[in-house]
C-alpha cells in the first residue's frame, strides 16, 4: 500500500497506538489541542471496552482484527450505560474510530474492512439557533454601556462581538487574528477549520470598533501577538468571550443559546433573509459543504412562517 510504514517495533501495544496517532494528528494535521482531547476522549474508551470484551491485553498488533460485531457491541455499551451517548455524540465516536482505523490503514499497513460494516446512527441535522437582529445589535449596545470595566476592556469587547456578527466569523478564528492582520480595511484573510483559508469582507462599522480598541488598549503589541487582550495583558480567549456572553444574556434575558457562535448563525440567517445567494453565503462562512450551509434556509423558513402567523389576519 502507498505510504504505508512498518509499524515501529515500540508499538506493543493498543494504547501506543492510540499515541501515536494523536502525535501524528498533532504534527502533521495540525489538529487543535480541543480535537486532539476529543479524539482520545473517544478512542481511548473504545479500545478498553475492546480488552475488556475479550478478557486480555490489546496488543498494537490485533487492532487489525477487531470485528464489526466488536465495534457494534461497543457502540450498544455506549447507549445502554447509565450515561448514554446522544446519537449525535455516538457518531461523533465511531467517526473518530474510523479516522484512527484509517490512519492505521495507510500509514501503518494494517487495514480493517470492518469498520466499513458498521452503519452508525441516523442524526437529524440540528437546526442553528441565531439571535435576531434586534437581539445582536442590542448585545453589543449592553456591552458598550459597561460601566464596571476599564474603557479599554468596553471597547475589545464591543469589538470582539461586531467582528462576530459583522464578519460571520468563529471564535477561535476572530481570537486568532494578530496584531499584523490590524486595522481591518476591506477584507481579512482568515484560516478556518482543516487549515483553509478565505477572504472575508470587512464592514465599516467593524473597522470601526476595531479602530476604537486598537486606539485604547493599553499594552504594547508585536505583530506576532494575538490582537485581543484579556485585562492581564494575556491573550483574550475563547472562555473569556463565552463568559461575556453569559452575562450579556443574563442582562437582556435571552435564551442559553445566545452565544459567541449564535452571532455567526445571526450573520448567515439575516443575510440570507436579505436575498444574498446561498453559494455566497458558503463562500464568507467557509463551510466546506453547501447541504451545511442550507440549514440556515430552515431557520429563514421558520422565521417566515412565525411573522406570517403572527401578522396574517386569516393566520
Known sequence: MAGALDPPSDLSTAQDGLRAWLTYMDHERRSSPRTLRAYGDCVRPYLY??????????????????????????LASRVQCERPLSPRSLSQALSAIRSFHRWLDRRMGMPNAAMSLVRGPKVKPGVPRPVSEDQAFGLIEEAAGDLEHEPWEVARDCAV???????????????????????????????????????????????????????????????????????????????????????????????????????????????????????????????????????YTDVDAAGLMAAYEKAHPHA
Open 161 to 295: 462581538l461586531t467582528l462576530l456578527y459583522g464578519c460571520g466569523l468563529r471564535i477561535s478564528e476572530a481570537l486568532s487574528l494578530t496584531f499584523a492582520d490590524a486595522p481591518l480595511q476591506g477584507s481579512v484573510r482568515i484560516t478556518g477549520k482543516g487549515s483553509k483559508t478565505r477572504i472575508v469582507p470587512v464592514l465599516p462599522a467593524v473597522t470601526e470598533a476595531v479602530d476604537i480598541y486598537l486606539a485604547e488598549v493599553p499594552f504594547k503589541l508585536t505583530p506576532e501577538d494575538a490582537l485581543f487582550r484579556a485585562k492581564r495583558g494575556g491573550a483574550y480567549s475563547p472562555r473569556h468571550a463565552q463568559a461575556l456572553m453569559q452575562n450579556l444574556r443574563g442582562r437582556l434575558g435571552l435564551p442559553d443559546s445566545a452565544t459567541p457562535h449564535a452571532l455567526r448563525h445571526s450573520f448567515a440567517t439575516h443575510l440570507l433573509g436579505a436575498g444574498a445567494d446561498l453559494r455566497a453565503i458558503q463562500d464568507l462562512l467557509g463551510h466546506a459543504s453547501l447541504s451545511t450551509t442550507q440549514r
Open 49 to 74: 471496552f475492546i480488552e475488556t470484551y475479550r478478557g486480555e491485553a490489546l496488543r498494537f498488533a490485533d487492532l487489525g482484527g477487531v470485528t464489526a460485531a466488536e465495534v457494534r457491541s461497543y
